[in-house]
């Protein structure tokens, strides 16, 4: 299941990948700049995050519909796709806060 999921990540969301990615690295030196007390500065993250998630969504939906015979013949639904998707991006961009928050205390 991974290798598939692997495959159609690489193959056909790269652009929504680089997207939610640029926001993380957009956002991260946000917060590493102004510092991490800003709370109105995690709902904007938030906000922009949700608004790539929602970008890369329809793009997939209303510029490639055909794709989704494709994945259906895999047996993997968009759910599956974007949640996986969405989940470790999220997860990720959590991460590197806490890491970003945590080297910033020791400098």
Not at 3 to 29: E, P
Not at 85 to 98: E, K
């Amino acid at each position: 299941m991974r290798y598939k999921l692997k495959t159609i990540y690489l193959a056909h969301f790269k652009v929504g990948m680089l997207l939610n990615l640029w926001v993380s690295a957009y956002f991260t030196y946000f917060f590493w700049t102004r510092g991490f007390d800003k709370y109105p500065l995690y709902t904007l993250a938030l906000i922009f995050k949700v608004t790539a998630y929602g970008l890369g969504l329809a793009s997939e939906k209303l510029l490639a519909p055909k794709r989704e015979f494709y994945y259906r013949n895999m047996g993997i639904g968009y759910r599956r796709i974007f949640g996986t998707l969405y989940i470790a991006d999220l997860l990720l961009f959590i991460l590197v806060l806490i890491i970003s928050a945590t080297c910033r205390n020791f400098i």
